[in-house]
C-alpha cells in the first residue's frame, strides 16, 4: 500500500525525521521538536508505523515511474492525492516524484507540503497540483518569489496558507488530529491550498 486515508484525501506518508532513517533532508530543529507526526495523540486514524511508511519510500525509490504511477491511479479511488501526509521527497528523487505528479495530474488534483524547493519548484506550473512550499520565518524575498508558501506556527498548531502573496487560509486540517478541514472540502470551495482554482484546471 502506497497510500492511506488522510484529511478525506489519500496521502503519501514517507517516514519523518532526518536521513538516513527519515526523508525530511530540510528539516529544521522546530519542526523536528514540535511535527505532529510525533504526537502520542495523533488521530487514530492517521497513525501509520514506521514500517509502513518505510515499505512505501522502498516501492518509490526502486519501481520505475509508470509501475508507481499505474498503482497510484489504483488506490486513489477518486480522491486527492496528497503528498508527505509524513516526511518528504528524498534528495536526488525530485526529478522522478515530479514525473509521477505530473502523470497524474489530468487525472486527479494534488496538494501537499515540501520543503524540498527542487520539488516544488518542477511543479510551480503544474494544472491541477498545489504543493505548497513550507518556509518557517520567511524573508521578504522568500514571500515576493514563492507563489504557494506554507508557514507553520508550532504554537497553535495551524499553517498559514498563502498564495501569490495573499493569506488564504489558516489550514486547521485533522492532519494533526486536531481540526475539522479537509482537502476535499477545499479542493470543492476552492479554499486553501486550493484557493482560487476550479475543477475546469483554471487556477488562481
Ligand atoms: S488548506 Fe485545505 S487543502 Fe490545504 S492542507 Fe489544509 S485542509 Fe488540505
Given at each position: 500500500?502506497?497510500?492511506?486515508n488522510f484529511s478525506n484525501a489519500r496521502g503519501i506518508f514517507?517516514?519523518?525525521?532526518?536521513?538516513?532513517?527519515g526523508t525530511c533532508f530540510y528539516a529544521t530543529e522546530a519542526?523536528?521538536?514540535?511535527?505532529?507526526?510525533?504526537?502520542?495523540?495523533?488521530?487514530?486514524?492517521?497513525?501509520?508505523?514506521?514500517?509502513?511508511?518505510?515499505?512505501?519510500?522502498?516501492?518509490?525509490?526502486?519501481?520505475?515511474?509508470?509501475?508507481?504511477?499505474?498503482?497510484?491511479?489504483?488506490?486513489?479511488?477518486?480522491?486527492?492525492?496528497?503528498?508527505?501526509?509524513?516526511?518528504?521527497?528524498?534528495?536526488?528523487?525530485?526529478?522522478?516524484?515530479?514525473?509521477?505528479i505530473r502523470h497524474l495530474s489530468p487525472e486527479t488534483p494534488?496538494?501537499?507540503?515540501?520543503?524540498?524547493?527542487?520539488?516544488?519548484?518542477?511543479?510551480?506550473?503544474?494544472?491541477?497540483?498545489?504543493?505548497?512550499?513550507?518556509?518557517?520565518?520567511?524573508?521578504?524575498?522568500?514571500?515576493?518569489?514563492?507563489?504557494?508558501?506554507?508557514?507553520?506556527?508550532?504554537?497553535?498548531?495551524?499553517?498559514?496558507?498563502?498564495?501569490?502573496?495573499?493569506?488564504?487560509?489558516?489550514?486547521?486540517?485533522?492532519?494533526?488530529?486536531?481540526?475539522?478541514?479537509?482537502?476535499?472540502?477545499?479542493?470543492?470551495?476552492?479554499?486553501?491550498?486550493?484557493?482560487?482554482?476550479?475543477?475546469?484546471?483554471?487556477?488562481?
Amino acid at each position: 500500500m502506497l497510500t492511506y486515508n488522510f484529511s478525506n484525501a489519500r496521502g503519501i506518508f514517507f517516514p519523518a525525521g532526518l536521513p538516513p532513517d527519515g526523508t525530511c533532508f530540510y528539516a529544521t530543529e522546530a519542526c523536528l521538536k514540535y511535527c505532529c507526526i510525533y504526537k502520542k495523540t495523533l488521530s487514530h486514524k492517521i497513525i501509520i508505523g514506521y514500517e509502513k511508511k518505510k515499505k512505501a519510500l522502498d516501492y518509490f525509490i526502486t519501481q520505475p515511474v509508470r509501475v508507481i504511477v499505474n498503482k497510484l491511479r489504483q488506490e486513489y479511488n477518486n480522491k486527492i492525492l496528497y503528498w508527505f501526509a509524513s516526511g518528504d521527497c528524498p534528495l536526488g528523487y525530485e526529478k522522478k516524484i515530479a514525473q509521477i505528479i505530473r502523470h497524474l495530474s489530468p487525472e486527479t488534483p494534488q496538494n501537499g507540503f515540501t520543503r524540498n524547493k527542487k520539488l516544488y519548484n518542477f511543479l510551480t506550473n503544474e494544472k491541477n497540483v498545489r504543493l505548497m512550499l513550507t518556509i518557517e520565518k520567511p524573508s521578504f524575498e522568500d514571500f515576493i518569489n514563492t507563489d504557494r508558501l506554507a508557514v507553520p506556527n508550532y504554537k497553535t498548531g495551524l499553517v498559514d496558507i498563502y498564495i501569490k502573496q495573499k493569506l488564504v487560509a489558516k489550514c486547521s486540517s485533522e492532519s494533526c488530529g486536531e481540526f475539522e478541514d479537509n482537502c476535499t472540502a477545499c479542493y470543492q470551495s476552492g479554499r486553501g491550498c486550493f484557493y482560487g482554482m476550479f475543477k475546469n484546471g483554471l487556477s488562481y
